[in-house]
């Protein structure tokens, strides 16, 4: 099985700052790459697949890129309601598993 | 819209069974799977399965092999996730998503349903 492995696992951070969360795999996934955001007592909802490619509806602030091993999540400029946990899934081969996830918290 | 309703909380005894439902609308059922991921509390996602709806194929991550059996009704749009053998370790918030999918980008859950709580307690 694949393990993802994001870091931090929780990061404290102030509106308007620059944030990036990483996510490594256990091996190569090309690019089959997907990000999350999770809300407390939401079910999650995903602002990136494709390791890049931004989800219809996502605020342009949030960026992802990376392949093979090694990927980021960018949100350039925070704001408010970005606040939330956050997690990468690889979707290369089943099982389709997930980073332990981040923890973004206000400063 | 694409929308996924789950069926509502559950409570449970060690050594039973739930069966949780997921209603899918807004999109042709049968084209997309629909995977099963819990949470439990506190904790992250954890992914434990995949169905076809088209043809019935269903995957299972091996913690599950054996206990979980995800099955579909295509007349009423519906998708079924049975767990068995419950134990507290299986409390959690139960998510199904339906998984969209390209060639290019590999495939990623959306939307989700809403969430059905199971707790399994004496």
């Known amino acids: 099985d694949i393990q993802m492995t994001q870091s931090p696992s929780s990061l404290s951070a102030c509106a308007g700052d620059r944030v990036i969360i990483t996510c490594r795999a256990s091996?190569?996934?090309?690019?089959?790459l997907n990000w999350y955001q999770q809300k407390p007592g939401k079910a999650p909802k995903v602002l990136i697949y494709g390791a890049s490619s931004l989800q219809s509806g996502v605020p342009s602030r949030f960026s992802g890129g990376g392949s093979g091993t090694d990927f980021t999540l960018t949100i350039s400029s925070l704001q408010p309601e970005d606040f939330a946990t956050y997690y990468c899934?690889?979707?290369?081969?089943?099982?389709?598993?997930f980073g332990q996830g981040t923890n973004l918290e206000i400063k | 819209q694409v929308q996924l309703v789950q069926s509502g909380a559950e409570v449970k005894k060690p050594g039973a069974s739930v069966k949780v439902s997921c209603k899918a609308s807004g999109y042709t059922f049968t084209t997309y799977d629909v995977n099963w991921v819990r949470q439990a509390t506190g904790q992250g996602l954890e992914w434990m399965g995949w169905m076809n709806p088209n043809s019935g194929n269903t995957g299972y991550a091996q913690k599950f092999q054996g206990r979980v059996t995800m099955t579909r009704n295509t007349s009423i749009t519906t998708a079924y996730m049975e767990l068995s053998s419950l134990t507290s370790e299986d409390t959690a918030v139960y998510y199904c998503a339906r998984a969209y999918s390209s060639g290019w980008y590999g495939n990623w859950l959306d939307p989700w349903g809403q969430g059905t709580l199971v707790t399994v307690s004496s």
């Open positions: 091996q190569s996934i090309s690019t089959y």
């Open positions: 899934q690889q979707s290369y081969t089943t099982p389709y598993s």
